[in-house]
């Protein structure tokens, strides 16, 4: 077998495990879950292997390097930095794990995936993922369907498509990628009618599907981006009609289902609505925080992946669950990172936009196709990649998607094989090999192999106990010992310290045997938890309340204090320093803390609405009515 042959091999081994990350990624509810990227990071591990090979099989393999690469070399060079002065080792480890995950899938994409041939079949594989999941988008908005596999869907999200993603939001950013790829293919893409059919059948698919994931911000991106690229078709004599054509024909359409659907009317109307699911009164509010958290660091931000377990202390009263990231991509840079990583990412993403447009011009200008008035697979990609990046840019300044491990992945692989393109400007974005260079080219690779590959077998070692613990009853002792699996894997991983804390002192409160022995093993884990995070209320909580079941409550009087001082405007905390007080027999101040807690939260709220009946029934009205207002 020639060397040759091996290389050819070992390409389409590279091309299988890339279109491998594309379509698990959006199949797997987004690969949100820790364990679905670990397929992800695995995936791209074996890539990294199989690349440096071809290093030694190829005498002519170069490496393909356009000016965006020094900047993501420029930002993983930063998070490393970053990750080893993080204030919470484990959140920015994995933070950076997923950055270099991100770096390497553009790097394996922008060096082996950047032949027309590879990259057709490529964007074909993931109109038909976005196209089969769109389907499954239409059924789940008529029928309200609950389950996505194995998961029951939330709710809130039952009336909403969301394919095989949880939130619609995050499935309409991957579609909204897709979209513009197969509508440039289509106008023009050199195919042959029949095939150009198929495809708009497929494109008229996936715009049903972002219709009915009922994302503002998904219709929003979709429609700008869709604009620009009919601008940039109305521009070029040949596509003039059509485009003219397909504008009215998407207007019309987009119209008349408007006026024909109550849940299309409702959605629009209802954006200044109050709520945490408001499109703008919940964000504008996670924005503020943001920002005012971005203020206290500057320069370097809060850490990496830092900015949800720092948001207890900027959180308003309207806000009263986790936020997870700050539904601004932009924001979130600026406060994870600073002004110093958000000037990298800032420059990167120019270079990018700058690259593209100027690739345009070249592959319009290089190819026959397109000077004798015919259509080329070409010039269609990079219009289809430049409305890509356009949408996710848009949708970007309402979402997280750049935070959800498919969409992250597919925009790392849209964006290589754009930024590709540009060895049709210049011959000089080859880097030219030097003696030794093969070397260490495949060290680096291989070293990042290992190093991702050891780091998905320790998060997968951790996360299949944790996966196994929810499936068990609360508080059981087959859930305690799973937790206690993956806390010896991770011990720095501080929600589980808590969850293990909270389970005994769940045991310890039901259970009168061993209940003593339970509380105080409960109160090392919540010891154990605070030492990782030492700003979490409910580390405090948790250790106040064994205290109390143990009857030591001028112990546990500091830890609810420190907790309300910690998070003043959660519902919880605030109710829990309540049922402290009860404890202590001080009814007039608890009644004030549940009081509180009733104002920050009115609904779904049943500690204090159960306690102060309690209290009513043994205090008069009128000691009620004399108690002093908390400070």
């Given at each position: 077998m020639t060397r040759k042959r091996l290389d050819q091999y070992c390409e389409w081994g590279v091309i299988g495990l890339v279109l491998g990350i594309i379509v698990y990624g959006p199949l797997a509810i987004g690969a949100a879950r820790p364990i679905d990227f670990v397929v992800l990071q695995s995936l791209t591990a074996i890539g990294l292997v199989v690349w440096s090979l071809r290093f030694w099989l190829s005498r002519s393999h170069r490496l393909l390097w356009p000016p965006v690469c020094w900047t993501i070399v420029a930002f993983v060079a930063l998070a490393f930095f970053r990750y080893q002065a993080a204030e919470l080792e484990y959140v920015a480890r994995h933070e950076f794990i997923k950055i270099l995950v991100y770096a390497s899938i553009f790097f394996l994409a922008i060096n082996n995936l950047h032949k027309q041939e590879t990259i057709q079949i490529l964007v074909f594989v993931l109109l038909t993922v976005a196209t089969l999941t769109s389907l499954f988008a239409v059924y789940q908005f008529f029928t309200h369907s609950e389950y996505i596999w194995s998961y029951q869907r939330p709710v809130q999200y039952l009336e909403r498509g969301s394919g095989t993603y949880i939130c619609p939001n995050h499935f309409a950013g991957f579609l909204e990628m897709v979209l513009p790829l197969g509508i440039a293919y289509l106008f023009a893409g050199r195919y042959?009618?029949?095939?150009?059919?198929?495809?708009?059948?497929?494109?008229?698919?996936?715009?049903?599907?972002?219709?009915?994931?009922?994302?503002?911000?998904?219709?929003?991106?979709?429609?700008?981006?869709?604009m620009l690229m009919f601008v940039l078709l109305l521009r070029k004599r040949q596509y003039r009609i059509p485009a003219l054509v397909a504008l009215v024909i998407f207007g019309m359409a987009a119209s008349i289902t408007y006026q024909r659907s109550d849940k299309l009317q409702d959605r629009i109307h209802n954006i200044n609505e109050g709520g945490s699911t408001a499109f703008v009164s919940a964000r504008p509010a996670i924005w503020k925080a943001a920002w005012e958290m971005w203020q206290a660091e500057p320069v370097w931000g809060v850490g990496p992946g830092h900015f949800d377990y720092q948001f207890p202390t900027y959180r308003?009263?309207?806000?009263?669950?986790?936020?997870?990231?700050?539904?601004?991509?932009?924001?979130?840079?600026?406060v994870d990172w600073g002004i110093v990583g958000a000037s990298v990412v800032g420059?990167?993403?120019?270079?990018?936009?700058?690259?593209?447009?100027?690739?345009?011009?070249?592959?319009?200008?290089?190819?026959?196709?397109?000077?004798?008035?015919?259509?080329?697979?070409?010039?269609?990609?990079?219009?289809?990649?430049?409305?890509?990046?356009?949408?996710?840019?848009?949708?970007?300044?309402?979402?997280?998607?750049?935070?959800?491990a498919a969409n992250a992945a597919?925009?790392?692989?849209?964006?290589?094989?754009?930024?590709?393109?540009?060895?049709?400007?210049?011959?000089?974005?080859?880097?030219?090999?030097?003696?030794?260079?093969?070397?260490?080219?495949?060290?680096?690779?291989?070293?990042?192999?290992?190093?991702?590959?050891?780091?998905?077998?320790?998060?997968?070692?951790?996360?299949?106990?944790?996966?196994?613990?929810?499936?068990?009853?609360d508080a059981s002792l087959e859930q305690i010992d799973a937790l206690q699996r993956a806390s010896r894997v991770e011990p720095n991983n501080f929600?589980?310290?808590?969850?293990?804390?909270?389970?005994?002192?769940?045991?310890?409160?039901?259970?009168?045997?061993?209940?003593?022995?339970?509380l105080e093993s409960a109160i090392a884990w919540f010891e154990a938890a605070i030492a990782q995070y030492p700003i979490w209320a409910f580390n405090y909580v948790g250790l106040?309340?064994?205290?109390?079941?143990?009857?030591?409550?001028?112990?546990?009087?500091?830890?609810?204090?420190?907790?309300?001082?910690?998070?003043?405007?959660?519902?919880?905390?605030?109710?829990?320093?309540?049922?402290?007080?009860?404890n202590l027999g001080d009814y007039l101040s608890?009644?004030?803390?549940?009081?509180?807690?009733?104002?920050?939260?009115?609904?779904?709220?049943h500690i204090p609405l159960t306690y102060n009946r309690l209290i009513e029934s043994k205090l008069p009205a009128e000691a009620l009515e004399e108690s002093p207002d908390l400070e």
């Amino acid at each position: 077998m020639t060397r040759k042959r091996l290389d050819q091999y070992c390409e389409w081994g590279v091309i299988g495990l890339v279109l491998g990350i594309i379509v698990y990624g959006p199949l797997a509810i987004g690969a949100a879950r820790p364990i679905d990227f670990v397929v992800l990071q695995s995936l791209t591990a074996i890539g990294l292997v199989v690349w440096s090979l071809r290093f030694w099989l190829s005498r002519s393999h170069r490496l393909l390097w356009p000016p965006v690469c020094w900047t993501i070399v420029a930002f993983v060079a930063l998070a490393f930095f970053r990750y080893q002065a993080a204030e919470l080792e484990y959140v920015a480890r994995h933070e950076f794990i997923k950055i270099l995950v991100y770096a390497s899938i553009f790097f394996l994409a922008i060096n082996n995936l950047h032949k027309q041939e590879t990259i057709q079949i490529l964007v074909f594989v993931l109109l038909t993922v976005a196209t089969l999941t769109s389907l499954f988008a239409v059924y789940q908005f008529f029928t309200h369907s609950e389950y996505i596999w194995s998961y029951q869907r939330p709710v809130q999200y039952l009336e909403r498509g969301s394919g095989t993603y949880i939130c619609p939001n995050h499935f309409a950013g991957f579609l909204e990628m897709v979209l513009p790829l197969g509508i440039a293919y289509l106008f023009a893409g050199r195919y042959n009618y029949t095939f150009k059919v198929f495809l708009g059948y497929g494109c008229l698919v996936i715009m049903a599907g972002i219709a009915v994931t009922m994302s503002r911000g998904g219709w929003l991106a979709s429609g700008l981006s869709l604009m620009l690229m009919f601008v940039l078709l109305l521009r070029k004599r040949q596509y003039r009609i059509p485009a003219l054509v397909a504008l009215v024909i998407f207007g019309m359409a987009a119209s008349i289902t408007y006026q024909r659907s109550d849940k299309l009317q409702d959605r629009i109307h209802n954006i200044n609505e109050g709520g945490s699911t408001a499109f703008v009164s919940a964000r504008p509010a996670i924005w503020k925080a943001a920002w005012e958290m971005w203020q206290a660091e500057p320069v370097w931000g809060v850490g990496p992946g830092h900015f949800d377990y720092q948001f207890p202390t900027y959180r308003p009263e309207s806000i009263q669950v986790r936020p997870g990231w700050v539904h601004n991509d932009y924001l979130n840079t600026l406060v994870d990172w600073g002004i110093v990583g958000a000037s990298v990412v800032g420059l990167g993403t120019l270079l990018l936009a700058f690259g593209m447009v100027q690739t345009r011009k070249y592959v319009e200008r290089g190819s026959k196709d397109i000077g004798s008035g015919r259509n080329s697979n070409r010039s269609a990609f990079v219009l289809g990649a430049l409305a890509s990046g356009t949408a996710l840019a848009i949708h970007s300044f309402f979402d997280f998607n750049l935070h959800v491990a498919a969409n992250a992945a597919i925009a790392a692989t849209i964006l290589a094989l754009a930024a590709s393109h540009l060895r049709f400007a210049s011959g000089s974005y080859w880097l030219s090999s030097w003696p030794g260079s093969k070397f260490i080219y495949s060290l680096v690779l291989i070293g990042l192999a290992v190093f991702l590959g050891r780091h998905a077998l320790v998060t997968a070692q951790e996360q299949l106990p944790l996966e196994e613990a929810k499936s068990l009853q609360d508080a059981s002792l087959e859930q305690i010992d799973a937790l206690q699996r993956a806390s010896r894997v991770e011990p720095n991983n501080f929600e589980t310290l808590y969850n293990i804390g909270e389970a005994l002192r769940a045991r310890g409160s039901s259970i009168p045997e061993d209940a003593t022995e339970n509380l105080e093993s409960a109160i090392a884990w919540f010891e154990a938890a605070i030492a990782q995070y030492p700003i979490w209320a409910f580390n405090y909580v948790g250790l106040g309340m064994a205290l109390d079941h143990l009857n030591r409550f001028d112990e546990a009087t500091p830890y609810f204090e420190r907790a309300l001082q910690l998070d003043p405007n959660q519902h919880l905390v605030v109710a829990y320093m309540g049922w402290h007080q009860v404890n202590l027999g001080d009814y007039l101040s608890a009644k004030k803390y549940f009081d509180r807690s009733l104002e920050i939260k009115w609904w779904d709220n049943h500690i204090p609405l159960t306690y102060n009946r309690l209290i009513e029934s043994k205090l008069p009205a009128e000691a009620l009515e004399e108690s002093p207002d908390l400070e």
